[in-house]
């Protein structure tokens, strides 16, 4: 395992999984435009069994590995991963991404500017279609009340082109994992990702938890990089349903207080009913059956989460978060034409 003496401001850590041909295609222009004097890269390889190490060795002697004999998955390989990390702050970035000139830049200066930050991403987009915001992050995430993700870019499944509508840097929800700064020591101190999500939403759940206990996020869009992510597919597999409906209720469960948590189980099941006929009569019943699946085994893992529940409640601070929309967003959506983020006219700090 190799290791710089000099401990760098900035860490980019690329956690990869049989990926050889993207780090190939991608890790050149992070390569380029990542400042050796200020930043170091890390790949995390998750047990691959591709020729990536190989691969890694030959072709880019500079980057520093940090080899698993196992595959952790997206949460705990990055918590492994952080714990070889002593930099001030750690980038989380797919292998997948193409970055740009200075893209470091902006998002080190916002931590830099105020303690309280906790994570900045850039702007995010489409690699594949550059001209559009990228599904996973676009210009920052947010919630509505139901758990429902979205950004500034994108509403459901509708990605907005980027014309320069979200330019100013705004006070966001979550950051997303394909591309998050992190101060590195409360990555450490508050939990990092949580194990048990394996991938899918992760992230969302641990800025919830960050923000709820005061800490800032923020998304400057004078970095922009370009991920090509996995969300231009029509339909998700049964496994990423499964995981995301799993994942989305168990952080509902561990962040709510008490005085919401009811109200919003009763209408999630509802809205997850709807989700899964959906599925069925649009002919993917091994979709439906993962709704199903993802429910059963919330209702399996809550008392296992109840520690984790209490630890969250007791350490929140923000009671009020002006990031969690209290309307729904399929109702926003769907019953008053509200396809843009813009249309929404969220409070912005």
């Known amino acids: 395992m190799k290791n710089n003496s000099h401990v760098k401001k900035v860490s980019v850590v690329i956690l990869n999984w049989n990926g050889a041909k993207l780090m190939e295609k991608f890790l050149p222009s992070v390569i380029t435009h990542t400042p050796p004097e200020i930043a170091e890269i890390v790949v995390a390889d998750n047990g691959s069994t591709d020729n990536s190490l190989e691969m890694l060795a030959d072709r880019f002697p500079s980057v520093r590995v940090i080899p698993f004999t196992t595959n952790y998955g997206f949460a705990e390989g990055y918590n492994q991963a952080l714990r070889y990390i002593d930099s001030e702050y750690a980038v989380l970035l797919n292998s997948d991404v193409e970055v740009t000139p200075n893209w470091l830049d902006a998002p080190v200066s916002t931590l830099d500017s105020d303690n309280n930050i906790a994570c900045v991403q850039p702007k995010i987009r489409a690699q594949l ?101 996995g969300a231009t597919l029509s339909v998700e597999s049964p496994r990423k349903t499964f995981l995301n409906f799993r994942n989305n209720l168990l952080m509902l469960y561990k962040n709510l207080p008490e005085n919401k948590l009811r109200h919003v189980m009763r209408i999630r099941f509802w809205l997850d009913y709807i989700a899964a006929t959906k599925f069925l009569l649009s002919g993917y019943p091994k979709n439906a059956h993962a709704v199903y699946k993802a429910r059963k085994e919330f209702y399996q893992l809550k008392a296992s989460y109840l520690p984790v529940r209490n630890e969250n409640l007791a350490k929140t601070t923000l009671k009020e978060i002006p990031e969690l929309m209290r309307k729904s967003l399929i109702v926003q959506f769907y019953l008053k034409g509200k396809k843009a983020y813009s249309d929404l006219k969220l409070y912005q700090r």
Request: hydrophobic letters at 35%; charged letters at 25%; glycine letters at 10%.
């Open 129 to 229: 279609n550059k001209e559009y915001f990228e599904y996973a992050g676009a210009a920052g995430g947010y919630l509505d009340i139901y758990g429902y993700p979205f950004c500034r870019g994108r509403m459901l499944h509708l990605v907005e082109k980027d014309s320069g509508q979200y330019d100013t840097p705004a006070d966001i929800l979550w950051a997303t994992g394909a591309c998050l700064f992190i101060r590195t020591s409360i990555y450490k101190e508050e939990g990092g990702l949580d194990a048990k999500f394996f991938a899918h939403q992760e992230e969302v759940d641990m800025c919830w938890r960050l923000r709820c206990r005061g800490y800032r996020l923020v998304c400057n869009p004078q970095s922009v990089v370009y991920h090509v992510g």
